[in-house]
Nanobody, 125 residues
Framework: QVQLVESGGGLVQPGGSLRLSCAAS????????IGWFRQAPGKERERVSC????????YYADSVKGRFTISRDNAKNTVYLQMNSLKPEDTAVYYC??????????????????WGQGTQVTVSS
């Protein structure tokens, strides 16, 4: 079965950390760029971070720059999002998606073909 599965979400206090994983099954992530997105209740989906298939390029939204780090382990067919210094406004459902396109430090423009089901991140004291 071809799918992306996110994990690692949960409840964390402000200032805490979480690491999200996005694992692919049924296909190889090697050739895909990957994006992390989030959507909070009543808000539009926001692009959080992207990584190129070669790992050379990564993009971060201004809202997470300096706090989040995206990485990938192609041998494990998995992409990660390390989230530090979490804030209540980071609360959302986080999704990963695979696709093709452009990833630069200033740009993430992907034609996304595969999406995970999402994992909830709640930042609250």
């Amino acid at each position: 079965q071809v799918q992306l599965v996110e994990s690692g979400g949960g409840l964390v206090q402000p200032g805490g950390s979480l690491r999200l994983s996005c694992a692919a099954s049924g296909f190889t992530l090697d050739y895909y760029a990957i994006g992390w997105f989030r959507q909070a209740p009543g808000k539009e989906r926001e692009r959080v971070s992207c990584i190129s298939n070669s790992k050379d390029n990564a993009y971060y939204a201004d809202s997470v720059k300096g706090r989040f780090t995206i990485s990938r382990d192609n041998a494990k067919n998995t992409v990660y999002l390390q989230m530090n210094s979490l804030k209540p406004e980071d609360t959302a459902v986080y999704y990963c998606a695979a696709g093709f396109g452009v990833v630069r430090s200033t740009q993430c423009a992907l034609d996304l073909s595969r999406w995970g089901q999402g994992t909830q991140v709640t930042v609250s004291s």
